[in-house]
């Protein structure tokens, strides 16, 4: 039973242009989470979803960044026009039921974004 | 403004000692709070969760505790071991349920 899958692993980017973040949650999971790290910062939380709906999008900047998660396929994190300050680790996690206190919720690896 | 605080500072201490780590929040009243492990270069993974109404939970060689009076909770490995050197995150759950990380605490065990 693979764990929650992100691609890529590393992804470099020069200003300006967009970064795509891919997350495929674990088999049975409808609940997918991204968060940002930053370097000796903590986990942030940027959007919940639920399959086709985003449910808390309350950490994501207004501009430039988008969330999806379609009926079919992976989550993704769009960056649109890059710049310095999104360099960070981005977290995609994902849980079987919505958020509680008999939840846990089950990290990938992280994408690390580079933006040169 | 709501907070919530580790200790910063690396734990370094000596491999069959007990580590202690502190998790200290203010104003949130969480219904749950939990504690997950990070490795350099890897996503944080699940260990424990308290709720509001348990004092301690354990497993193993962990045991947590959570005072909502002290708005604490601890973290404690017993017979520690260089393999559970990393950083250990405490998060707790806010009014939606949306987990809330601290920065995390290093602990480093040497033999």
């Known amino acids: 039973n693979a764990g929650v899958m992100q691609n890529p692993r590393h992804l470099v980017r020069r200003r300006g242009q967009e970064a795509r973040l891919r997350c495929s949650p674990m088999k049975g999971h409808s609940h997918v989470y991204w968060y940002r790290q930053l370097p000796e910062e903590g986990l942030k939380f940027m959007v919940y979803?639920?399959?086709?709906?985003?449910?808390?999008e309350s950490g994501m900047p207004k501009e430039r960044f988008s969330a999806e998660f379609p009926k079919e396929g992976p989550s993704i994190l769009r960056i649109q026009q890059v710049v310095r300050g999104d360099s960070a680790a981005y977290f995609c996690a994902s849980s079987r039921t919505r958020p509680s206190s008999y939840n846990e919720q089950f990290f990938g690896p992280g994408t690390r974004l580079t933006v040169l | 403004s709501q907070k919530i605080e580790q200790n910063s500072e690396a734990l370094n201490i000596q491999e069959g000692k007990t580590a202690t780590l502190t998790c200290n929040y203010t104003?949130?009243?969480?219904?749950?709070l939990q504690w997950y492990r990070q490795d350099p270069g890897r996503g944080p993974v699940f260990l424990l969760l308290?709720?509001?109404?348990?004092k301690e939970k354990r497993k193993e060689r962990l045991k947590v505790t959570f005072d909502t009076t002290l708005k604490q909770s601890l973290f404690h490995i017993t017979a520690s071991q260089p393999a559970d050197s990393a950083t250990y995150l405490c998060?707790?759950?806010?009014?939606?349920?949306?987990?809330?990380f601290g920065t995390g605490t290093r602990l480093q065990v040497f033999p």
């Open positions: 308290i709720r509001e109404n348990e």
């Open positions: 979803l639920q399959k086709e709906n985003i449910i808390d």
């Open positions: 998060a707790l759950a806010d009014e939606t349920d949306k987990l809330i």
């Open positions: 104003n949130y009243s969480p219904a749950y």
